[in-house]
């Protein structure tokens, strides 16, 4: 069986930093990231692109280049004037092809927007979003434009699914693998529906599992223990901040030798002794 794995931020970020190391360029990847995001939705009409500073604004400047090759002109947002490298490099690219750009602190700038493309905050994000960053995702949640967020919703933790704010996607593709967060605590409040774009990283270690909503049922059964996300601060003073919820579960389910099951209406994670899985009935 060829199993989808589920990985942490940290586990993210060596198994980038291993692809790079080993000969694959990170301008090659930030490409193969919006070619992913391009290939995971019909583009059309006018196309918005809000873009922050760091290598999630990249895979934004790197769609640009995408769409115009494509025949589609979009227009960059910026929530800020710096930028990575690889950022600036597509960023460049993308204005010598003919991008637009607009004013994010225009009145309603994203009205008259088909789609919007949320690249502001990558999974690298925890805490507070603040400032220009919290004004552009209230601009993004305001509009009525189909949203697409690349890699993750914007200020969404990527370990935790925690978020004070963030952004409502009609579509999250995340790039590389699935992320914890994707599946937990206020996540499946915030995507309606979610897909990964495989762009040739390889994790560096194998940590937890993606199983079909479906399939839920049948680990619920025989003696499991389940419980629901809601339950947990009451009973066990469970704080999403501070508790990696997915280690407690399955150090909870190795000692109990007991299959733990937490869900919500729409997300669940299962520790089945030996091996972690996550499942969403919104994962496309």
Not at 126 to 134: D, F, P, Q, T
Request: glycine share 10%; with cysteine.
């Amino acid at each position: 069986m060829n199993l989808i794995p589920v990985i942490s931020v940290e586990n993210m970020r060596q198994s980038d930093a291993k692809t790079i190391a080993d000969g694959v360029a990170s301008k090659v990847l930030m490409r193969r990231a919006a070619e992913g995001i391009f290939n995971a939705a019909q583009f059309r009409g006018r196309v918005g692109i809000v873009c922050g500073s760091g290598n999630n604004g990249g895979d934004g400047y790197a769609l640009a280049c995408v769409l115009l090759e494509h025949g589609i002109t979009p227009t960059i947002f910026r929530v800020s004037e710096k930028f990575s490298a690889d950022g600036m490099y597509y960023y460049h690219s993308a204005m010598s092809l003919g991008a637009e750009e607009g004013n994010i602190n225009a009145p309603s700038p994203l009205t008259g927007f088909d789609i919007v493309v949320d690249c502001l905050l990558g999974t690298g994000f925890s805490g507070e979003v603040s400032g220009a960053y919290l004004r552009a995702i209230d601009e993004i949640n305001a509009c009525t434009a189909f949203v697409i967020s690349a890699d993750i919703n914007s200020g969404l933790n990527g370990d935790t699914g925690v978020a004070q704010t963030a952004v409502k996607s009609d579509l999250t593709v995340s790039i590389g693998a699935f992320k914890t967060g994707m599946f937990l605590n206020d996540a499946p409040n915030y995507i309606d529906k979610l897909r990964n774009a495989d762009i040739g990283i390889a994790p560096v270690r194998r940590e937890h599992f993606l199983i079909d909503f479906d399939t839920l049922p049948l680990f619920e059964g025989y003696g499991s223990l389940v419980l629901w996300f809601d339950e947990l601060p009451e009973k066990f003073g469970y704080d999403p901040k501070t508790c990696n919820i997915t280690e407690k579960a399955a150090e909870m389910s190795e000692a109990e030798k007991v299959t733990i099951v937490i869900k919500s209406e729409h997300s669940a994670i299962v520790a089945d002794v030996k091996y972690t899985y996550f499942c969403a009935d919104y994962v496309i």
